[in-house]
């Protein structure tokens, strides 16, 4: 039931067609009987898309691509978190303030440690741009070594200062990746309709953890290759499961129900099945 008392959430992005936060969110709201409801917006003006959330006084957004860091400029205040990250994928109504923060390092940080540890692995990181470094900010806090790869090198310079990471690669230096415990793909390589992988098949062997964070579809090429390989791989979708998980709360105040948020994609159709 919608009234005068339900509470809005979104996405704001562009494109958004993609995203599938709705249905999450909106399936958690309705087993626990929450009068909230959980849009989409496609949106190109961010300023005056958050002027406008604000004055509806909506509870919680999320913010997905290209929006993370431009949101950044017009929220009330930014959080240690995503100060540090330098980019919000949420953005929490805290008595009418607006408070950016991040929960994409905690989505992947679970989503890794429902099949591995982090402490003192290897890891490859590929791509330096927004998601890596949340990737980073996570992994750093696990004592991971992490060494990141990518095609720009003063990105990867600076993501390795800023996070005090382990060494940056170009990506001609990828056969180093045999010496890794885990592979992280961050980079939109591999996202339909690009069915490559940055990673040969043959530098791939069955003891890598491989995960990537591209969602659809869910089988990437990459994810194929290690499948190939036996070695164990992490769905980029759980990350995303993960982090929605952090942002229900973040919006509800509530502990989110997980079973029912991770049935609701599965219910998505085939890019999600398996
Ligand atoms: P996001 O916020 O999703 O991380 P981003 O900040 O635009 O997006 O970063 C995209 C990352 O993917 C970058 O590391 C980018 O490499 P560059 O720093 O060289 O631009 C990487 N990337 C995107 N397309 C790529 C491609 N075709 N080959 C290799 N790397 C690619």
């Not at 990673?199 to 003891?207: E, H, L, Q, T």
Request: proline share 3%; net charge positive; glycine share 6%.
């Amino acid at each position: 039931m919608i009234d005068a008392k339900t509470r809005i959430c979104c996405v704001i992005g562009n494109p958004i067609e993609q995203s599938i936060s709705p249905l999450v969110h909106n399936a958690a709201y309705k087993t626990l009987d929450l009068n909230y409801v959980f849009l989409t917006f496609k949106v190109t003006r961010v300023k005056e898309a958050l002027a406008g959330l604000k004055a509806i006084n909506a509870a919680g957004i999320s913010v997905t691509i290209p929006h993370k860091l431009e949101v950044l400029k017009y929220v009330d205040e930014v959080d240690k978190i995503a100060a540090d990250i330098g980019a919000a994928n949420t953005i929490v109504n805290k008595n009418g303030r607006f408070v950016a923060t991040n929960t994409d390092w905690i989505g992947a940080l679970k989503a890794l440690e429902e099949e591995t540890s982090l402490l003192h692995k290897r890891v490859a990181l590929l791509g330096a741009g927004g998601a890596a470094r949340a990737l980073a900010y996570g992994l750093v806090k696990k004592k991971a070594k992490v060494y990141v790869f990518n095609r720009s090198y003063e990105t990867a310079y600076q993501l390795v200062q800023d996070f005090k990471l382990e060494k940056e690669y170009s990506l001609s230096d990828m056969y180093k990746i045999k010496d890794m415990d885990i592979i992280i793909n961050t980079t939109s390589v591999g996202m339909t309709p690009n069915n490559d992988s940055l990673v040969p098949f043959n530098y791939i062997k069955s003891d890598h953890v491989v995960f990537d964070i591209v969602f659809k579809p869910k089988e990437t090429k990459l994810i194929q290759y290690a499948k190939a390989k036996k070695a164990t791989v992490v769905y980029g979708y759980k990350m995303l499961l993960h982090q929605a998980v952090e942002q229900f709360k973040l919006f509800t105040g509530v502990d989110a129900p997980f079973k029912v948020m991770q049935r609701s994609l599965r219910l998505q159709g085939p890019p999600l099945r398996g």
